[in-house]
């Protein structure tokens, strides 16, 4: 099944001085197999604010070994829907999170991040999380 890897995961493993090394093997482990799934939000969030060009241009190219899924109406459409489906139960969300959502359960992928709101997204609409823990 393929891993939809959020923007704190991919974060993590490129942009902090020290990143987490069972993260990071992790990460490399899902690449290798072919699981990795990105979309463009993901894909902007990770490039914005970076000031050096040389590193945005480093992790540019790194991110162009990855095709985006191609977003259509329905995922836009479904974003909303759960977006409303968890205000409707006092659980507060950003659009990207709501989009990386409704891609996920559309596409029949598993979310991989380190945001534990995802957990509060899982109770009230059909998505798959997995959390970094010590085994994936």
Request: glycine share 4%.
């Amino acid at each position: 099944m393929k891993i939809l890897v959020d923007t704190c995961i991919w974060s993590q493993v490129f942009r902090h001085k020290s990143p987490n090394i069972e993260l990071t093997k992790k990460l490399k482990d899902l690449i290798k197999d072919g699981r990795v799934a990105i979309i463009g939000p993901i894909r902007q969030e990770l490039l914005s604010g970076i000031s050096n060009e040389k590193q945005f241009g480093q992790l540019k190219e790194l991110l162009s070994s990855f095709e985006d899924i191609t977003l259509k109406t329905e995922h836009f459409e479904k974003a909303a829907e759960f977006s409303n489906i968890c205000r409707s139960q006092g659980v507060q969300g950003s659009t990207i999170d709501f989009l990386i959502c409704a891609v996920a359960c559309l596409e029949n992928l598993i979310i991989f991040t380190t945001d534990k709101d995802f957990e509060n997204y899982k109770r009230f609409l059909s998505i798959k999380v997995k959390q970094f823990v010590e085994s994936f």
